[in-house]
């Protein structure tokens, strides 16, 4: 490896670290606190633990931990040599630590907690103004929340009439909704870091990035004839989506500038 490239992939391993490390103990504890095993609740040496090894009663460690290190390693040399425009290095990765977070936590436990909501807040109003001034930043984020809701509420009431369809037919009903108040917080985090008007973008292709993958769900279940059976993971946090669909607008403008001519 190029010397050049030995501090941002050193930068990208600490970051993976972070990342799967605030996923473990956040959706638990909610707080900074010493991570335990999924599987038995043991406590994990600080060493073990970040040096990935098995938990004291032997339980092998999540594949994820892997797959987030070596994602973080990536992107953290990919943005050192093409840093987003505006934000530079420093910005774009701490903006990329926290879209990790988000990702890893919302897709395993179906949670956008606050704690990584307010950090967030934060954190748009700034990458916000550096990208488009304060206006566009405070636009995007309102924009966000008033479509969001709206959205959120359909939801509600769709949710309303499922429930009472199955209760007709005999059927068991369970709580999911198709979209969450986190999910509302989020768009608004994602309206100030696009600013007005790419979140109504940003928004669109997260949408349908969700629906093309809930379309293979479901085929896959179809096919494998378990759609009765797991007819409930169909309900796919949507906040993987959205996250992806600012990340590759933030970081790849050229990706969608193909996607989307003009």
């Excluded at 010493?34 to 406590?43: A, F, G, V, Y």
């Excluded at 840093?83 to 990329?96: D, E, H, K, T």
């Excluded at 550096?130 to 939801?155: D, E, H, K």
């Amino acid at each position: 490896m190029n010397l050049t490239l030995v501090i941002p992939a050193l930068i990208g391993w600490l970051a993976g670290l972070i990342v799967n490390y605030l996923a473990d103990v956040l959706p638990i504890t909610r707080r900074l606190s010493q991570p335990t095993c999924p599987q038995c609740d043991s406590q994990f040496a600080w060493k073990d633990y970040f040096f990935f090894r098995p938990c004291p009663n032997r339980h092998p460690r999540k594949i994820r931990l892997w797959i987030v290190q070596a994602v973080m390693l990536a992107l953290s040399i990919y943005i050192w040599i093409k840093p987003p425009s505006r934000l530079g290095y420093i910005f774009g990765f701490i903006l990329l630590i926290y879209f990790g977070i988000i990702f890893v936590i919302d897709m395993e436990y179906r949670l956008i907690l606050h704690p990584t909501s307010i950090f967030g807040s934060f954190l748009g109003l700034v990458v916000g103004w550096l990208n488009w001034g304060l206006v566009p930043t405070l636009t995007g984020g309102l924009c966000g929340l008033l479509i969001m809701l709206a959205l959120y509420f359909f939801g509600v009431i769709f949710t309303r009439i499922r429930t009472k369809r199955m209760l007709a037919l005999g059927q068991e009903t369970d709580d999911e909704e198709a979209l969450g108040a986190g999910d509302v917080i989020l768009i608004t985090i994602l309206g100030f870091i696009l600013g007005w008007p790419l979140i109504w973008f940003g928004m669109l292709f997260g949408i349908l990035l969700g629906g093309f993958f809930s379309l293979l769900l479901v085929l896959w279940l179809v096919i494998s004839r378990k759609y009765e059976k797991n007819a409930l993971m169909l309900f796919v946090p949507y906040g993987p989506y959205f996250i992806t669909s600012a990340f590759l607008i933030i970081f790849f403008p050229k990706f969608i500038a193909m996607i989307v001519p003009g």
